[in-house]
């Protein structure tokens, strides 16, 4: 519109790359390209291919909605940051009746009010406190066979982290490791495993989805939300029956003192099921399709954790496994479980940089703008990381501070609020397989392939034989394991 140009001008903006596209009002031929492209699990290396073509901003239209890819570290902080204002998350219809109004879903003051009540409660007594991740990971270690056969350990961590969130959250023992295929408790999994794809499958659909009726996705949701309501109702009542009187033990009870809203809780505690366990179980998976083909990364994990001398890592312990941590971020460099971090501009700005030939003027961003950062593309910048940015190197952290271009937890005010618990968790099941098993072996040649729902994970799974130290992992129950494999 005028306005918009005499805005630009104002702001000295210039127009960025534009993606080649046919047709570039309503951009069909773009959705169809785009859509086959993500059904060969090809989406995060074309676009890293069409930032290698047109520098690390460009514009096009799919299904009439305009759009911004950038990868520039500066848009990415006006973006997440400087400029957070401008930009809205708008992914409420995505998780339509999953999620209801929730920290994921909403932006300004509805958001604001949830962050706020969420936060408190995830501070560092709940992260410090590792003595509840031991059981999930017996569980684990009991789903593994015993003579090292292959066993996909991707679909396990799924599980595992399922079951660690809900303790976490809800301080409710649940073993989706190891429930049997029928029971109420495998319906729920089952249910929560579709949401992914679930929504996924909305966000294909672009501006059609208003028109959209999915039946699927509201029987999930009606499985879940019974699931977590039951759980919810039952906490309220005991709150209410000690009158406070009693400190709260769990995140829920520690809700249900801040609120009487239970529709309200019921989704946060979805929303923070949904945000902890696909991004650490992925991470997970990644991490260990590394360890089952790097024996030196193995060795060097093993002389680090091996100073524990087989005790169970507590807090403290896990802050001075340095180089642990260094492959926890090297794996969230390579395979970052949000790949893309997307917002839409609630109002006419601009972006700092893109603009020119030498991408360097500032950016007309009109409203209704759906910006997307790549991080998948971003923390493989070889003038960052350099010319063997693609290469998995855990050293390259010892001299490295990447900032604006690391940001897999995301950053500004909607960063991860689970971060530090995240790292915890990973590090604690890390640790504990070093101490229990002697190697992990590689059992599939594939590829990593991508496989991107709501998260990123690995398209084929982690198939890996899992050698154990003699004498340090329990019995092999057939029961569980059938169970798990499910
Ligand atoms: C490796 C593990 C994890 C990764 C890579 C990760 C990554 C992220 C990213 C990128 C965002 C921002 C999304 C956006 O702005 O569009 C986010 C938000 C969030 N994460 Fe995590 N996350 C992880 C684990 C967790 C865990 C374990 C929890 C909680 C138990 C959690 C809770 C949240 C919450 C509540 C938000 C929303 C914050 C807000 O909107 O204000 N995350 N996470």
Redesign the pocket.
Known sequence: SNKDRLYARRKACQPCARLPQTERVIGYSLFKQDATIARQGRSLQTAQDRFRLLGDTFSGVILGQFFISTIDPENAKAL?SSQFADFD?GKKALFGPFLGDS??TTDGAL?KHS?SL?RPH?GRTQVEDLSNLEGCVQNFFACLPKDGSTVDVQHLFFRLTFDN?IQ??LNETVSTLSCQPGSNLHMVIKAFDSIGDLVNRRATLGPLLRFYCDTTMNDACKILHDFVDRIVEKAYRKRKKSSGSTPPVSFLDSMLDSTDDLVKVRYEVL??LL??RD??A??LSSLFYVLARRPDVWTKLQTEVHRLGGRKPTYSDIKGLKYLQQLIDET?RLY???PV??RAANQTTTLPRGGGVDGKSPVLVPKGTVISCS?FSLQRRQDVYGPDAEEFLPERWNHLTAHWNF????AG???????T??YV??AYIVSRVVQHYERIEKRSDEPWMERWSITLMNASGTKVGMIPKKGTVPILNDHVRNGAQE
């Open positions: 997440l998350s920290m994921l958001w962050r969420v995830l969130v976490l959250l929303g923070l945000a902890g991004t650490t992925g991470t969230l970052p479980p949000v971090l997307f991080t940001l897999p937890f995301s005010p909607k960063v991860c609020l689970g971060q618990y995240a968790q990973m």
